[in-house]
């Protein structure tokens, strides 16, 4: 089994930046990719970045150029840098492992972006 923990949400001004942090523990097998996802409220699930553990990444199309996604193999850890944070950023941010089709999903953190 795998676990994974988020922190780091919060209440941010619009322009404004928040690191999101994830910790995973458990089975954890490479190769296998690691990232986020957010849930607006009355949305679905949406893809927000994510990283191979080889160092591939992608992001979605609305986030490139605000938003890093980086992580430590050796840790297990993954981060989200956001920058220049809009109101309609505002979700909670969900940390992923995907490795051969299985996802595992985090509780989520809270992210809301008003002024």
């Known amino acids: 089994q795998v676990q994974l923990v988020e922190s780091g949400g919060g209440l941010v001004q619009p322009g404004g930046s928040l690191r999101l942090s994830c910790l995973a523990s458990?089975?954890?097998?490479?190769?296998?990719?690691m990232g986020w996802y957010r849930q607006a409220p009355g949305k679905e699930r949406e893809y927000v970045a994510s990283?191979?553990?080889?160092?591939?990444?992608n992001y979605a199309g609305d986030v490139k150029g605000r938003f890093t996604i980086s992580r430590d193999n050796a840790k297990n850890m993954v981060w989200l840098q956001m920058n220049s944070l809009k109101p309609e950023d505002t979700a909670v941010y969900y940390c992923?492992?995907?490795?051969?089709?299985?996802?595992?999903w985090g509780r989520g953190t809270q992210v809301t972006v008003s002024s």
């Open positions: 458990g089975n954890i097998f490479r190769p296998n990719a």
């Open positions: 992923n492992l995907n490795r051969l089709s299985q996802d595992y």
């Open positions: 990283m191979t553990s080889s160092g591939t990444t």
